[in-house]
C-alpha cells in the first residue's frame, strides 16, 4: 500500500479522523464558551463536561484503533485508491501477523527464562523440551482466542486467516470480516445465499446467520451473539461456496 496522498493537487479524503476532530473541536469550543457565560452550578457542570468529553472520545478512538482500525480511514487517503476490500485485507493482515510476531516473542522469553529457572546440570535436550512444551501450550491457548476460516473451497490462492473473537463478537462484525477476506468475485451481504461456513470437524454448515437470516426475520443485521450460533473461538472453519 502506498503513502498517503500529500501532493498538491491531490484532495484530502474527508475520512471519520477528520469528523471526529472537527467534532471534538466544537463541541469543546462551544462549552468552553458557555462556561465564561454562566455562573454557580451551571457553569460547574459545563466545565466537567469539558474533561470529561474528550476521556470518553478518547477511550472509544482507542477501543476501535484496536478492534476496528480500518473504519477511521478511506481508500482515498493514499494515492494508488486501494479498493474497499484491498485496504482491509490489509490492515487485518497486520493484526494476524501479530499472534506470530507474539509466539516468537514467547520463544524467545521463554529460551531465556527456562534455563535460569531450572539446574545449571539440565541438558540442554531437556531445556529445549520444555521450551517447545511451553511453546505447544501457548500456541493452544492462542488458538482458542481465534476462529480460523480456509478459503481453499473457494480459491487455492487465497491464504487462511485467524480472526479474533470473543464472548462480545455478534455474528454481522464476525462475517463482514470473514467475507472482508473471501475471493473478490463474493459480493457483500451474500452470506447464507453466494456462501457460507461449514465446520467440517462437527460436520455443521452454519447457514441460518447473516443478512439473509436477518431480513429472514425482519432485522436490519444480525446482532446476534457469536456464539448462540454454535461457532465458538478454536473452531476451524471452512468457506464454501454456494450454487
Given amino acids: 500500500m502506498s503513502q498517503p496522498a500529500n501532493a498538491p493537487g491531490v484532495p484530502k479524503a474527508l475520512n471519520p479522523l477528520w469528523i471526529i476532530s472537527l467534532f471534538l473541536t466544537v463541541s469543546e469550543a462551544a462549552a468552553g464558551t458557555a462556561a465564561t457565560q454562566t455562573q454557580g452550578w451551571l457553569q460547574a457542570v459545563l466545565v466537567l463536561f469539558s474533561v470529561a468529553f474528550p476521556v470518553g472520545v478518547a477511550s472509544a478512538f482507542f477501543a ?67 521450551v517447545a512444551e511451553a511453546i505447544e501450550s501457548a500456541r493452544e491457548d492462542f488458538r482458542h482466542r481465534f476462529i480460523e476460516i480456509s478459503y481453499g473451497q473457494m480459491d487455492h490462492d487465497v491464504a487462511s486467516v485467524q480472526i479474533p473473537v470473543g464472548e462480545d463478537t455478534v455474528v454481522q462484525e464476525f462475517l463482514n470480516e470473514a467475507w472482508s477476506f473471501a475471493p473478490e468475485w463474493i459480493p457483500p451481504y451474500t452470506y447464507g445465499d453466494k456462501w457460507v461456513l461449514v465446520d467440517q470437524e462437527k460436520g455443521l454448515s452454519y447457514r441460518k446467520m447473516g443478512a439473509l437470516w436477518a431480513r429472514r426475520n425482519g432485522k436490519g443485521s444480525d446482532d446476534r451473539l457469536l456464539y448462540s450460533t454454535g461457532i465458538s473461538a478454536g473452531d476451524i472453519l471452512h468457506a464454501v461456496p454456494l450454487n
Fill in 64 to 130: 476501535i484503533l484496536v478492534q476496528r482500525p480500518y473504519v477511521l480511514y478511506a481508500p482515498k487517503d493514499y494515492s494508488k485508491n486501494p479498493s474497499v476490500r484491498d485496504f482491509v485485507n490489509a490492515l487485518n493482515t497486520s493484526r494476524n501477523r501479530s499472534v506470530e510476531n507474539m509466539e516468537a516473542s514467547i520463544r524467545s522469553a521463554m529460551e531465556e527464562v527456562v534455563p535460569k529457572m531450572l539446574d545449571a546440570k539440565i541438558s540442554a535436550l531437556s531445556r529445549d523440551v520444555i
